[in-house]
């Protein structure tokens, strides 16, 4: 069964600061990763997600995110916070067999506050 | 394109009620996925359809309930309301492709029906 933490339910940064969300899975075979970030009275917007190509993997908005299998990790970067960046992410993931189809596990979230 | 809608955003109902919510996904589009987002569990899986059919289901009792429809859209139902059933209630979209790994698939989410049981 799969599963995932993020470490870390807020974070703060100034503006221009490098932006660090950190996320660890568990699954018994390479799983799927995703980031997703949710603005308050929203849904959930996809930033980025790893299905076994790249490790390094580029996202929208300036994110980036790195597959590290040997540390289970999968943590979202970005070098430089911008206020519009403040929101809830969250990392989720899912496993390759039938019975994930459609299945989204998701972390507990991390509120990120960007101060000016 | 259009993004997925859900209808209504906001409901209150009272406990013992019933409910249903609407889903309508992005055009082309044959997998639904529910989720429920509450403050202490966060966000859980309820399940998925594809072509009608149920294809997965999370561990919720027998009170939640949903449907696909040939256009895709999809409804689900919670019976006989109770306070902890107050929530977000998501759904999201994705082509859901038999072959090819479904599962790497985006989902698109939509802005969820915040649901307030009194």
């Known amino acids: 069964a799969q599963s995932v933490t993020q470490l870390g339910s807020h974070v703060s940064v100034s503006e221009g600061a490098l932006v660090l969300l950190r996320c660890n899975y568990s699954s018994s075979v390479p799983p799927y990763l995703f980031w997703y970030v949710q603005y308050p009275n929203q849904g959930l917007q996809l930033l980025l997600k790893?299905?076994?190509?790249?490790?390094l993997v580029k996202g929208i908005n300036g994110f980036e995110a790195e597959f590290k299998k040997s540390e289970t990790s999968f943590h979202l970067t970005k070098p430089s916070a911008h206020m519009s960046d403040a929101a809830e992410y969250f990392c989720?993931?899912?496993?390759?067999?039938?019975?994930?189809?459609?299945?989204?596990?998701f972390g507990q979230g991390t509120t990120l506050q960007v101060k000016p | 394109k259009a993004g997925v809608t859900q209808t209504p955003r906001y409901l209150i109902k009272t406990r013992g009620q019933q409910v249903t919510l609407s889903c309508s996904p992005i055009?082309?589009?044959?997998?639904v996925s529910w989720y429920q987002q509450t403050p202490g569990q966060g966000l859980q899986f309820l399940f998925e359809?594809?072509?009608?059919?149920?294809?997965n289901k999370g561990n919720f009792p027998g009170r939640f309930s949903g449907r696909q429809f040939s256009n895709s859209r999809s409804e689900m139902n919670v019976s006989t309301l109770e306070l902890g059933d107050s929530a977000l209630y998501l759904c999201?979209?994705?082509?859901?492709?038999?072959?090819?790994?479904?599962?790497?698939?985006?989902?698109?989410f939509g802005p969820g029906t915040r649901l307030l049981v009194l």
């Open positions: 055009s082309g589009h044959r997998s």
């Open positions: 359809y594809f072509s009608e059919t149920q294809r």
């Open positions: 989720a993931v899912t496993g390759r067999g039938s019975g994930n189809t459609g299945k989204l596990i």
């Open positions: 999201a979209s994705s082509l859901g492709a038999v072959s090819g790994g479904p599962n790497q698939e985006t989902q698109y």
């Open positions: 790893y299905t076994s190509a790249a490790t």
